[in-house]
T-cell receptor, first 114, second 114 residues
Framework: KAGVTQTPRYLIKTRGQQVTLSCSPI?????VSWYQQTPGQGLQFLFEYFSETQRNKGNFPGRFSGRQFSNSRSEMNVSTLELGDSALYLC?????????????FGPGTRLTVL | QQQVKQSPQSLIVQKGGISIINCAYENTAFDYFPWYQQFPGKGPALLIA?????SEKKEGRFTISFNKSAKQFSLHIMDSQPGDSATYFC?????????????FGSGTRLQVQP
């Protein structure tokens, strides 16, 4: 089975722009979560989608949004980029929304905001 | 408070030695405690996980010790190898809708010297 794939792997944007990141979960997995990883704040939960519905949301401003499609692929969008949004954005998939379902992480998208 | 505190921040161990990483949590609603291993350029990968109904779980050279009353859990890596050099994250989550997402510790950078 192919793992979680994320595109693009690297992005450079300037302040004020918006960006869309994509995640393809493991085949058969219907739950997709997004996390932000920075040296200062560590790994922080952004949101989780299951069957196209947002099931859980972390403590991030409304500039961060996401969606999930009927094939379980997910996108996250960040509008009006700020320097502090520079981070590794990780997508994780699991077969169901239970916390006991193992989460499989993708390699991440490295976003740099200049 | 959904916080997980992890120590030490970094750890240097000789090959063949025991690596010990500790975590403490505050929220008693957490009931799933995984450990993740992350190599540079990769997403975190599940190493081992425990639920609070057991005090210890062992998988190969990796052991989780869990102390429910103290709200602490730790990872022991026996016979540490240079290939174990990575960043390790403890995490916690719960069954409640608002707690299904993983709350991560700050990470421990382990270096195993040959």
């Amino acid at each position: 089975k192919a793992g979680v794939t994320q595109t693009p792997r690297y992005l450079i944007k300037t302040r004020g722009q918006q960006v869309t990141l994509s995640c393809s979960p493991i085949s058969g997995h219907r739950s997709v979560s997004w996390y932000q990883q920075t040296p200062g704040q560590g790994l922080q939960f952004l949101f989780e989608y299951f069957s196209e519905t947002q099931r859980n949301k972390g403590n991030f401003p409304g500039r961060f949004s996401g969606r999930q499609f009927s094939n379980s692929r997910s996108e996250m969008n960040v509008s009006t980029l700020e320097l502090g949004d520079s981070a590794l954005y990780l997508c994780a998939s699991r077969s169901g929304p239970s916390s006991y379902n193992e989460q499989f992480f993708g390699p991440g998208t490295r976003l740099t905001v200049l | 408070q959904q916080q997980v505190k992890q120590s030490p921040q970094s750890l240097i161990v000789q090959k063949g030695g025991i690596s010990i990483i500790n975590c403490a949590y505050e929220n008693t609603a957490f009931d799933y405690f995984p450990w993740y291993q992350q190599f540079p350029g990769k997403g975190p990968a599940l190493l081992i996980a425990i639920r609070p109904d057991v005090s210890e779980k062992k998988e190969g050279r990796f052991t989780i010790s869990f102390n429910k009353s103290a709200k602490q859990f730790s990872l022991h890596i026996m016979d540490s190898q240079p290939g174990d050099s990575a960043t390790y994250f403890c995490a916690a989550s719960g069954v409640d809708t608002g707690r299904r997402a993983l709350t991560f510790g700050s990470g421990t950078r382990l270096q195993v010297q040959p």
